[in-house]
T-cell receptor, first 114, second 110 residues
Framework: SAVISQKPSRDICQRGTSLTIQCQVD?????MFWYRQQPGQSLTLIAT?????????ESGFVIDKFPISRPNLTFSTLTVSNMSPEDSSIYLC???????????FGSGTRLTVV | DAKTTQPPSMDCAEGRAANLPCNHS???????VYWYRQIHSQGPQYIIH???NNETNEMASLIITEDRKSSTLILPHATLRDTAVYYC???????????FGTGTRLTIIP
């Protein structure tokens, strides 16, 4: 299966600022997925990122708030912009390698906005 | 994708088999059943998936009923490290998205 390195693992940020989260995969993948997990909740898909095209956002998520970059087949970033305390969550990236392994998830970025 | 229904929580004694049920009564013919788990403070981990036949791997067994409207994930000899939230997900073949429900919080009791 793929190995995902996600950075930072956690951060505490001031409201009104932005944070960029990086996701590095050890193999080339077509699609990368970004999820949000609010405290005590399940995972919610934010967007799907394909290399060379704009990300596809799910209902309730917009590019101005969560811009995503996908410069190559092994890397993606998610920015949480103009943060408020409601953005305090765990953000996770995920890829599907195929075969018997399903989807692999990064360990997540725990974001606290104060 | 079809919705799934899981009990919110379950307990299981250490060393016993943990049987986690999932209802997916509106599943269609090209939808697979996937199971993931999320141990506290970690990303979800793939466990197993199947279409209509029972499946087994080194982690678990998946039993899918003949009408495919429900399934059971079996952890044969539960350990304390199996304490986690377990998610049953139904996903169309060729649909890349995983849609998570609320899952079952499994607690293994010493």
């Amino acid at each position: 299966s793929a190995v995902i390195s996600q950075k930072p693992s956690r951060d505490i940020c001031q409201r009104g600022t932005s944070l960029t989260i990086q996701c590095q995969v050890d193999s080339q993948v077509t699609m990368m997925f970004w999820y949000r997990q609010q405290p005590g909740q399940s995972l919610t898909l934010i967007a799907t990122a394909n290399q060379g095209s704009e990300a596809t956002y799910e209902s309730g998520f917009v590019i101005d708030k969560f811009p995503i970059s996908r410069p190559n087949l092994t890397f993606s970033t998610l920015t949480v912009s103009n943060m408020s305390p409601e953005d305090s969550s765990i953000y996770l990236c995920s890829v599907e390698v195929g075969g018997a392994y399903g989807y692999t998830f990064g360990s997540g970025t725990r974001l606290t906005v104060v | 994708d079809a919705k799934t229904t899981q009990p919110p929580s379950m307990d299981c004694a250490e060393g016993r088999a943990a049987n986690l049920p999932c209802n997916h009564s509106t599943i269609s013919g090209n939808e697979y059943v996937y199971w993931y788990r999320q141990i506290h403070s970690q990303g979800p981990q793939y466990i197993i998936h199947g279409l209509k036949n029972n499946e087994t791997n080194e982690m678990a067994s998946l039993i899918i009923t003949e009408d495919r409207k429900s399934s059971t994930l079996i952890l044969p000899h539960a350990t304390l490290r199996d304490t986690a939230v377990y998610y049953c997900i139904v996903r169309r073949f060729g649909n890349e998205k995983l849609t998570f429900g609320t899952g079952t919080r499994l607690t293994i009791i010493p």
